[in-house]
């Protein structure tokens, strides 16, 4: 069966810092990724997703950024962090974009 | 652009129905819908593909109306293990598009 791993679950990180996420998908193969981020009591909003190694679509402009390093992998950068990063990250993958996604349990990342 | 989910918010006893409306400015290929608990990672209810079908998932359901580019998600019986978030998530007709945007979210509270 397929499982997503998301690590790691807490980060409390000061401002300027660096970041990385990362999240790896067992038991498929090239899937689609996609990382979110949700503010506290909002919705689920779409930062990068990946249909392929390398291929990386961005929705919203920011310092973040993603790669695809791995057919299974996907990690979300950044070089300094905002406070206005702060949020829940999550992780997904799909097999296809009418297929379901399934989440990872997500970072918490707060900015200090 | 992002689908508007109503209500925002409702509170039910056990044993009530409700009914959850997304609703899209533009033509839908399918629609989503998920359910998050707080802290958790959104869970996978059900896909609904253009051509109006419905489906049903234990005593929820859905249904989907192509030409009124919106969905309805209608849970019978409530109990309180359905108190969460319920987020819809639509993809726009597709050429090469990959992604789900989500709505703002519905949040459904069941008292006993």
């Known amino acids: 069966s397929q499982t997503i791993h998301q690590w790691p679950a807490t980060l409390v990180q000061p401002v300027g810092s660096p970041l990385s996420l990362e999240c790896t998908v067992e038991?498929?193969?090239?899937?689609?990724l996609y990382w979110y981020r949700q503010a506290a009591g909002r919705g689920l909003q779409l930062l990068f997703y990946?249909?392929?190694?390398?291929?990386i679509s961005s929705e919203v402009p920011q310092n973040l950024s993603a790669s695809r390093p791995q057919d299974r992998q996907f990690i979300l950068s950044s070089k300094k962090l905002l406070l206005s990063d702060s949020g829940f990250y999550l992780c997904?993958?799909?097999?296809?974009?009418?297929?379901?996604?399934?989440f990872g349990d997500g970072t918490r990342l707060s900015i200090l | 652009q992002q689908p508007v989910q109503s209500p925002q918010a409702v509170i039910l006893r056990e044993g009530e129905d409700a009914v959850i409306n997304c609703s899209s400015s533009?033509?839908?290929?399918?629609v989503h819908w998920y359910r998050q608990k707080h802290g958790e990672a959104p869970v996978f209810l059900m896909i609904?593909?253009?051509?109006?079908e419905q489906k049903g998932h234990e005593k929820i359901s859905a249904s989907f109306n192509e030409k009124k580019q919106q969905s309805s998600l209608y849970l019978t019986a409530s109990q309180l293990s359905y108190s969460g978030t319920y987020f819809c998530?639509?993809?726009?007709?597709?050429?090469?598009?990959?992604?789900?945007?989500f709505g703002t979210g519905t949040r459904l509270t069941i008292i006993p």
């Open positions: 998530g639509t993809e726009i007709y597709r050429f090469g598009n990959e992604k789900l945007t």
């Open positions: 038991g498929t193969s090239n899937p689609n």
């Open positions: 533009k033509a839908l290929y399918s």
């Open positions: 609904l593909l253009k051509g109006g």
């Open positions: 990946s249909v392929g190694i390398g291929q």
């Open positions: 997904a993958w799909s097999e296809d974009s009418n297929q379901p996604q399934h």
